[in-house]
């Protein structure tokens, strides 16, 4: 278990990151605050916050709400010791009793370990520190910082990350796989297209010619005058018959192969070369430099820049970090645009104030 604390200028950005975790399913009893009493009707917006006004010996009177509430109530005194029994070492117990003596807003709430990035992250978006910076501290380093949820017998290590302070009192190892690709090329047979053979009935008119006779029977009537023949019936009923006959044409028909069509599938081998790209991971080993800002007070004087030292040390960390990060460059104007954007996102229309001073601490980075 961890747990993540946060320091807000602002209460009601303080109101708003409750929102937030209470809808990532945090329940309101489970988040601490404590906040000045001007603060109090502010953060009482939401009806599931209760605030207890209480008396404390190293910040006064204040309101507070969940488990850091039940734990000043049980041990009455000061919040810098109840802090020290969630695992926060005395200096950083200081600094945060230090923030809310200022006026700010804490909140805290412990989470399991690996719910406790995305905690982080909404407090550290929604925290809004002012410049100046509280017991030794810069202000940069002001935001919300994730604590271990109990103190433990080893020693803890600070680590600076951007805007946050991050205290980790547990052996930790991580794995880094290197993975390589490898291409297997099989195959799988598709549809490549095809001959579809189709056959249908057509009639065309055809003509033959042929001979054909016929019989017909006339009959003649004619007038004669003369005896009468020996073989010739006299006067004797008689009757004569003659068929007409004709031929008429008869039509047959048969059918007959004429042509055969021979559709015929045979099958080819070839061989191909498949090319493409494979991905492998390379690991770099290089040691990371702490920020130290005794190095930049000296160029600091020198500019005789406008303003106290403080002021300007969130711009030398944040060049210092520029190299030591991910991004890598050999010249300043290959990541001056990508700098600038990253940098007036939090400090909008500073950048041409902190600009040589973000240059400086990139070279100066660099050269080491």
Do not use: C
Not at 2 to 15: C, H, W, Y
Not at 107 to 119: G, H, I, M, N, Q
Not at 218 to 229: C, F, I, N, T
């Amino acid at each position: 278990m961890r747990t993540v604390i946060g320091l807000f200028g602002d209460a009601s950005e303080a109101r708003r990151a409750i929102d937030e975790l209470q809808g990532l399913g945090y329940p309101a009893d489970k988040i601490s605050v404590v906040t000045n009493v001007a603060s109090q009707q502010s953060l009482e917006a939401r009806k599931s916050m209760n605030l207890e006004s209480l008396s404390l010996t190293d910040v006064g009177k204040v309101a507070t709400a969940g488990p850091l509430r039940d734990v000043l109530i049980k041990q009455p005194g000061a919040l810098g010791s109840a802090l020290q029994l969630f695992g926060l070492t005395p200096e950083l117990a200081d600094h945060y009793v230090a923030g809310v003596k200022h006026g700010e807003t804490l909140e805290s709430l412990t989470v399991d370990d690996k719910d406790s990035d995305r905690v982080l992250s909404v407090m550290k978006r929604r925290s809004a520190m002012p410049p100046a910076p509280a017991a030794g501290l810069a202000a940069q380093e002001r935001a919300a910082a994730p604590a271990p949820a109990m103190a433990k017998k080893a020693t803890p290590q600070a680590q600076t990350n951007g805007r946050a302070l991050e205290i980790d009192d547990r052996d930790e190892e991580r794995i880094i796989p290197i993975v390589r690709e490898e291409m297997k090329v099989g195959k799988r047979t598709v549809e490549r297209g095809g001959v579809r053979v189709t056959t249908h009935v057509v009639e065309r008119p055809v003509s033959e010619q042929i001979h054909l006779r016929e019989t017909h029977v006339d009959v003649e009537r004619r007038a004669v005058d003369r005896p009468l023949r020996g073989d010739e019936a006299v006067f004797a009923d008689d009757s004569v018959e003659m068929i007409e006959m004709a031929d008429e044409a008869v039509v047959s028909k048969q059918a007959r192969v004429v042509e055969e069509v021979v559709v015929r599938k045979h099958v080819s081998d070839r061989t191909a070369t498949i090319s493409d790209q494979v991905r492998s991971t390379e690991i770099e080993f290089g040691k990371l430099r702490a920020f130290d800002a005794a190095e930049y007070r000296g160029y600091f004087e020198n500019q005789q820049a406008g303003g106290p030292f403080d002021s300007y040390l969130p711009a030398y960390e944040f060049g210092h970090h520029l190299h030591t990060g991910k991004q890598k460059a050999d010249r300043w104007e290959e990541i001056e645009g990508s700098a600038r954007t990253r940098w007036e996102k939090d400090n909008p229309g500073t950048w041409e104030k902190f600009k040589e001073s973000i240059r400086h601490a990139w070279l100066h980075a660099k050269a080491k």
